[in-house]
Structures are given as C-alpha cells and as structure tokens.
C-alpha cells in the first residue's frame, strides 16, 4: 500500500486484524479509532510520516512488526487502554514508542521484547499514563533511550540499554504535595555497575533537579 493519505485506517471496529502488509510513502500508514480488540502483526512500515496511531482503542496488539524509517512516530498510543506491544524491531524513526495520555488505572500498557534502535528523539515516551510497563527490551542507539513525562506507576525492568546518547530521563510533576512513583530495576545499563545506577530528571513545575536509582544497576 503506497502513497495514500492512509495506508489503512479503521474506526469503529472491533476484532481486526491487520497483517502481513507493506505500508510505505504514506501519509499515516495504520490508524485505529474508537476500536477494540485489534492485531497489527507481521507488517513492514517504512516512510510514512506516522507508522501506527491508536486514538481511544482498547486492547490492541502490536506484534512482529518491522517499523523503519518513519518521519515521526512509530507506535503511537492516545488514551488507549491495555494494548500489547512486543517483538517489534522499531528503527530509525524519529520517536519510536509514545504512550499518551492513559491514565486509567486498569489500563496498563505492555512493552516487551522489542528491539528500539536509532530513533532521532526518544526511543520511548510514557505521557501523562499510568502503570506503563517496560520489560525486556533492547533499547540502543537513541538519543534518549526512555523518557518519562508526567507517568506514575510505571515498571522500567531487565532492558539492555546501549549506546543512546541518554539512557532514561524523567519529568514528574508535583500534585498536592505528591511526587509520583515509578519502579526502575534491573536494567543493564551499557555496562556493568557496582554501585546504583543514577537516573537525572527533574521535579516540575520549577525545573528542580531530582535523581532516581536503579537499585540493582547489574546486568541481567
């Protein structure tokens, strides 16, 4: 499928599956809308401006896909609820991964097992979500490996992360007199470490500098 305003688009669906298409020099290569129970797998994404964005979906699976080259994002999420993303090879985009907006608290998303590569701007981007999950993931040569706005609750566990120009960094805000929590454990950090692994951020509003460890800073 070439050159189109969209490769495929769906809205109001529900058990869709998309699989097994080339996608490429599209304005937006796969987009769902309002829909539920969706499979995207075993597809081949190249150069379109947005590979795939989910906009208020439920229970979408993204699988095995080859994204590549994309001029912005991706995997894009919006206010989606329990989506499944894993086995993914997400390279030279300019976002790989943003979750946005999904802070339902019975609607974590998965992350797993997806090699993010040579993305220009982040590998991946938890906005404003809840419970994020980030496990087992082979994150490298990114500008920032994970970046996390405005996310509580999430769980950065057993990732390789290797020569980003940044590993992680975090932006959390202040909300009466709260400061959101986040779990980072586990991860290889590029090489060995004997003591905690330090992750700089900062406390908004007000910019203030803020650090979070990951207490095992061992490889897994």
């Not at 075993?42 to 979408?60: C, P």
Request: glycine fraction near 8%.
């Amino acid at each position: 499928i070439y050159k189109c305003s969209y490769g495929i688009y769906n809205l109001f669906s529900n058990s869709t599956i998309i699989r097994e298409n080339i996608l490429r020099d599209n304005d937006n290569g796969v987009e769902i809308s309002h829909s539920k129970d969706v499979q995207i797998e075993n597809n081949n994404i190249s150069k379109n401006n947005y590979a795939i964005f989910l906009d208020n979906s439920l229970n979408a699976s993204i699988n095995q896909n080859l994204i590549k080259s994309n001029n912005v994002h991706a995997i894009y999420l919006f206010s989606s609820k329990h989506s499944v993303i894993t086995g993914n090879c997400i390279d030279g985009n300019k976002w790989g991964i943003i979750i946005d907006n999904a802070l339902d608290l019975g609607g974590c998303a998965l992350i797993q097992h997806n090699n993010i590569s040579n993305n220009l701007v982040c590998g991946i981007e938890i906005d404003w979500s809840f419970g994020t999950k980030i496990v087992e993931n082979n994150i490298s040569y990114n500008d920032v490996g994970i970046r996390l706005i405005s996310s509580i609750g999430a769980v950065i566990m057993k990732n390789n992360f290797f020569y980003n120009r940044r590993h992680a960094y975090f932006e959390k805000f202040i909300i009466f007199g709260v400061i959101s929590l986040n779990l980072i454990h586990g991860n290889f950090w590029g090489r060995p470490h004997i003591f905690p692994k330090i992750i700089f951020g900062k406390l908004m509003p007000g910019n203030i500098p803020w650090i979070q460890f990951d207490l095992t800073g061992c490889p897994v």
